[in-house]
């Protein structure tokens, strides 16, 4: 039973990500990039980002925004906040080429409304949880072998924000990850930036390399979430 790791970067650092792509490419893993302001982006980033479709890379959305989904839906109603912040977000990944089947919470900010309103659109969402250190905690982020599970948890492999370093907490990874070699399941991992330092939430170059050859040494598959299990019968769009 092989254990699969999802990857996800977050925001638009699609600088960072198109220069990542020798890091992917060296295990021959695939990931999910949730893009924001999919509207707004210049000709380079555009160029970017089909690049990494190009790669068989996946895109997701992150909003039009970064609204908080369930404050907006609170406040505004579902269907102004589709329209506001998922249905732009949605056409212009789909302009780039994108098919925008899952989507990313911003600042992990979800629940059972947003959830209802989400998968109706995509048939996948991530959120994150707390970085703990605590193995039991930590490995109830991973799906076991068959479930259906559609909103994932998500664990955080950040480096740093700026100066302030996140917790090295390899150790914690390694078990997760050894956990899916032996019996099987789904983590799915979310970082933002790809670089040695950065004024926004980042992965050290270096961290991301390490994690990808132990991955690939364990056998697991590195895919994007596009790649997750489709649910029978879903898939409206
Ligand atoms: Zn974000």
Redesign the pocket.
Known sequence: MTGRLALTF??RHVDSWVSARPLLDGVGARATFFL?EADLLDRREQSGIRTLLADGHSIGS?GAR?RNADETIARAGAASYLADEIDPSVQALRALGASAQTFAY?NSRRDEASDDILLARFDHLRTGGPRTDDPAVAARAISAPGSSVRVHPGRGIDTARGEHAHPADADVLSGMMRHLADRGGTLVLYAHDIAASSPANHIHPDRLRRILIEASGLGLDLVGMDALPDIEGHREH
């Open positions: 977050d925001d924001v992150h970064h911003p």
